[in-house]
Structure formats: structure tokens, C-alpha cells
């Protein structure tokens, strides 16, 4: 008995003298802290990552920023319907007296408040996040491991970074279009709706971008999975159409879309020669193979394993194979606009490239040794791809692009300090309008944002201006092509055509206007010069 009750003690002192386990975590307490890791520290990282690139490329956020923080400025300022534009006189923008941009500018309001510098960093590495967020989602939910390397390599595989850190509605469609495709694959009526209305909503251009992502996902699906989701297509639909009509005077928005896109197209097969920007035309050979080299072997190594591994699909569940057709089609689709269409569409191409590219490599991971040998040869991938990305931006094409965040801010507050309200300014450049209504919304100004909008509202007066803002004519000008010869003064189509009452150009690209107009003191004066822009009072 004593045996026993000694063995009781030494058995209960070890015990004591051990240290205690901690309790098994339930399998509902893993998916808690699962849960908040993803939702929490993965998205906090990503905002942190897009604030340090909106610090390391500072002023590629783009100039068109000015325009939209501008119009977000005056939503602030006018009311929250109001979309009135008078401030392009030659416009039709001044016409329909509507916005294509109005639920992303309408965003931008709360930025506003943190002042003009701070509110465009703020807002910019926002709408990175965003994108940056929405992207890996997508990825995780289509069960793309490791979510995380593929949205680095999207950074770099080509000049993407260039349009996830603008300002501008693209970066948001960036985000939303691979949530839209998830939420289509994953059958989620919901999600589509929402991902639907926010293109269609903040971007009315992309008005096609959610029927497009929905039939490509729908053949995939047909074909993989021998169905089709109707709930999803009307979510799209509705979600679509909500986007368009969820704003005010959303007849006009549509006119002014017909201007854009039927309008813009038709002018382009006439080749009448408008001065689009370079995004506007289809990606030249040289630049397909020089800047997106990477990412054509990319997404032509998704297509040979599918090629080579065809028979195996059969084994692989139906929604990864909707997974792997879906993204492949959309990456072919956008490749081929971007080369045939508007080269401006090459980051969707990247996009949905390195989507089907992630898809082709998580159907390759059937054993351990092969996960690894494949991520390893994807991290090579990045840094070649980040080496890629440091040389496209030294080039003398994308420095072009970076804005300084002070730009024409002397030249606006001149104007606005010694002008009269609606004064009309002609601005030569057509860029130059954006930071001008950011900075001073008091004045008119003759061009900016489209060509199109301008040859929309009147030919003769585009032509007019458009034979000074490229040079071709100085003292004479033309209302319609060609002008070997000027048919009209000057000074006369400023006072009475264009009612100028000012003239900004910059002296480096007009300098032979510039030396007509400081000679002629009988039609002009000089009234403001900063070593760079030079102001014209233009005598009625």
C-alpha cells in the first residue's frame, strides 16, 4: 500500500514539474488565424508595397491625374451631380454636359481635403493598393499559389507599373476585371454584380470590359464544365447596366461614348490624321517584341503545357480547367486588341497573361520537388523581369510620362490672379489642360483630354488649332487639311472664332510663334513669362 502511494507522489511531482501543454487549436481556430492573416496582414503589406513605389517612382502617376483630381475638386466644390463642363469651349464635353469618369472622380472627393500634394500621393497609392489587393485576391480565391509571386511578377513583367500607380479609372478596371472573372468562375452572383457595376461605374468606356470577361468565362465554362451560370450572366448584365445609369444625365454619358469609341473608330479608318495619343494606336512589332518579351514567353509557355499536357486535364477538377481555359482565352484576346486595336489594352493582357500563366504552373505541381524546382525557376522570372522593368523606365519615352506635382502651377495662378471669370486661355498643348482646371478652374481653355471630342464639335476649329499646335502654321492657319499655304490670320481666328483672350505656349516647342507674337505688338502682349511658358494678351 505504502508502494503504491509512493509510486502516486513521484508520478504527481513529475507531472508538476513538467511544463504544460498548451491545448490542441480546434480546426475552427486555425481557419480564424488563417483568416486573419489573409485578411488582414497580406493586405496591409500590399498597401505598404504601393506606397513605397508611389515614393521610389515618384510623378508617374501621370499628368491626366491634374484632370481628375480637377473634376473631383469641383464635385467637392458644385455638388455632387453637378457635371456641367464649361471649361473646354470646344468640346463636346461642353455639349452633353456629362462625365465617362464620374463615379472615379466622385471617389477622389475625400482625398481632396488633404490638399493638392498630399491628397494626389494619398489617393495614388489608394488606388495602388486597391489594385494591388484585388489582384491577389483573385489569385488566392482561383487557388493560384503563391498568390503573392504572381502579383509581383505582374509589377514588372512588362511596363505595368506604369499604369497600376495612376490615377486614372484604368487602375481600378485592373483591379476589378480579375475579381470579375473569379466571381464568375466561383459562381457568385453577388460578386459579379458588384465587379461589373464598379468598371462600368467609375470607367463608362469600359462599358464593354464585363460582357467581354463574361463570355470568354462562359465558354470556358461550357467547355470545361458543360454548363452555364445564368444567375452570374443577368448579375452582369444588371451590374453593367446600373454602372451606366447610376450617374446624372447618363443619356448624355452614352452620347459622349458613342463619340468616344463609334466616333473615334470611324475617324481612324480615314486616317485622318488627329493628334492621338500614342497609347490610342495598336503596339507597334518593335515595341511587342522589345517591351514585352517576357511576357510573350510567359504566356507561350502556359499555351505549350496545356498543348503538351492536354490528356491529363481530364484528371483536374472541371472548375481549375475553367480556371486555366478562362484565362488563356482573355489573355489571347487582349493581346491581339493590343495589337490590332489600342495598344493601351497590353495591361489586361499582362494581367489575365500571368493569370493563365499561374494557372498552367499550379497544374504542373503534382509532387514536391517539382512545386519547388517550378517557383524557383518563377522567382528567377522575376528578377529578370525586374531587370526588364529598370530598363524600360530609363528610357527617354517613359521619363516623358513622369510629372512634376507643381506642373504649370505658376503659369494657372498668374492666369487666375489677373483674368476675368470665363476668360477664355488657347492652350497650344494639349496636356497642358489637365494641371491648368486643376489649378485654375476661374478660365476657358480651347483643347485637352480627347482629339476626338474637339473635331466632334467642330472640324474647322480643330484644324484651325491643330495646324498651331504642331507647327505647321505661325502666321496663317487652315480649317481644313492641307495648309500648305494659311487661309486665315492668325489673330483673326483667336478673336473670332475661338474668342482667346489669352495664349500660353511654351517658347522650347513654338519658338517661331513665340518670336511672331512678341513682334507683332498690334494683335499681342506679353504678359507673363517664367523662362519656360509665356502668356499672350490677345487685343480685341
Not at 464598379?198 to 462599358?207: K, S
Not at 492536354?310 to 484565362?327: H, I, N, T
Not at 464639335?457 to 487652315?478: D, K, M, N, Q
Amino acid at each position: 500500500m505504502s508502494r503504491r502511494r509512493a509510486r502516486v507522489r513521484t508520478h504527481s511531482k513529475r507531472e508538476a514539474s513538467q511544463p504544460s501543454r498548451p491545448p490542441p487549436v480546434s480546426a475552427w481556430g486555425k481557419r480564424l488565424i488563417e483568416d486573419r492573416y489573409h485578411v488582414v496582414v497580406i493586405p496591409c503589406l500590399l498597401a505598404a508595397l504601393a506606397l513605397a513605389f508611389h515614393f521610389v517612382y515618384a510623378g508617374l502617376e501621370g499628368v491626366d491625374r491634374f484632370f481628375y483630381m480637377g473634376e473631383a475638386l469641383q464635385l467637392r466644390e458644385a455638388g455632387i451631380t453637378a457635371t456641367d463642363f464649361p471649361w473646354l469651349t470646344q468640346s463636346a464635353l461642353r455639349i452633353h454636359s456629362a462625365s465617362l469618369w464620374y463615379g472615379f472622380s466622385a471617389l477622389l472627393v475625400p482625398f481632396t481635403v488633404l490638399g493638392s500634394v498630399a491628397g494626389m500621393k494619398v489617393a495614388g497609392a489608394a488606388l495602388t493598393s486597391v489594385a494591388f489587393i484585388s489582384f491577389w485576391w483573385a489569385a488566392r480565391k482561383l487557388e493560384l499559389r503563391p498568390p503573392i509571386l504572381w502579383l509581383l511578377l505582374l509589377c514588372f513583367i512588362a511596363p505595368n507599373l506604369w499604369h497600376l500607380m495612376m490615377i486614372r479609372p484604368q487602375t481600378l478596371s485592373l483591379g476589378f476585371a480579375p475579381v470579375l472573372f473569379a466571381f464568375l468562375v466561383l459562381e457568385n452572383p453577388l460578386g459579379a454584380f458588384l465587379a461589373s457595376f464598379g468598371i462600368t461605374w467609375c470607367h463608362l468606356n469600359f462599358l464593354w470590359f464585363p460582357p467581354l470577361i463574361l463570355c470568354c468565362t462562359t465558354l470556358a465554362q461550357l467547355v470545361a464544365e458543360k454548363k452555364i451560370v445564368l444567375r452570374s450572366s443577368l448579375a452582369v448584365i444588371l451590374g453593367t447596366a446600373s454602372g451606366w445609369i447610376l450617374r446624372p444625365n447618363p443619356i448624355g454619358a452614352l452620347r459622349l461614348l458613342r463619340v468616344q469609341i463609334i466616333e473615334e473608330s470611324l475617324v481612324r479608318n480615314r486616317h485622318i490624321p488627329l493628334r492621338f495619343s500614342v497609347e490610342n494606336f495598336p503596339l507597334p512589332p518593335s515595341v511587342v517584341f522589345g517591351n514585352f518579351g517576357v511576357l510573350l514567353a510567359v504566356c507561350a509557355t502556359a499555351i505549350i503545357i496545356l498543348a503538351l499536357r492536354m490528356g491529363a486535364l481530364r484528371s483536374v477538377p472541371p472548375r481549375r480547367r475553367a480556371v486555366l481555359a478562362g484565362s488563356a482565352i482573355l489573355a489571347i484576346i487582349f493581346f491581339l486588341l493590343s495589337v490590332f486595336v489600342a495598344g493601351r489594352l497590353y495591361c489586361f493582357w499582362a494581367e489575365f497573361g500571368v493569370l493563365s500563366f499561374a494557372a498552367a504552373v499550379n497544374f504542373l505541381l503534382v509532387r514536391r520537388h517539382a512545386q519547388v524546382a517550378v517557383r524557383l525557376a518563377a522567382t528567377l522570372l522575376l528578377v529578370m523581369c525586374v531587370y526588364t522593368n529598370y530598363t524600360i523606365f530609363g528610357t527617354s519615352t517613359w521619363k516623358a510620362a513622369y510629372a512634376r506635382p507643381d506642373a504649370l502651377q505658376s503659369v494657372a495662378e498668374w492666369l487666375k490672379g489677373n483674368s476675368n471669370a470665363g476668360d477664355v486661355v488657347f492652350n497650344l498643348t494639349w496636356s497642358d489642360f489637365s494641371p491648368l482646371f486643376f489649378w485654375n478652374r476661374k478660365n476657358y481653355y480651347v483643347a485637352g483630354l480627347d482629339p476626338i471630342f474637339q473635331f466632334s464639335y467642330s472640324p474647322e476649329r480643330y484644324w484651325e488649332h491643330h495646324f498651331l499646335a504642331s507647327g505647321e502654321a505661325v502666321r496663317r492657319t487652315c480649317d481644313h487639311p492641307p495648309c500648305a499655304e494659311g487661309t486665315k490670320d492668325v489673330a483673326d481666328v483667336l478673336v473670332r472664332d475661338f474668342d482667346a483672350r489669352y495664349i500660353l505656349l511654351n517658347k522650347k516647342t513654338y519658338p517661331a510663334l513665340d518670336s511672331f507674337m512678341r513682334d507683332d505688338h498690334l494683335h499681342f502682349t506679353r504678359v507673363f513669362d517664367d523662362g519656360a511658358e509665356v502668356i499672350f494678351l490677345v487685343r480685341h
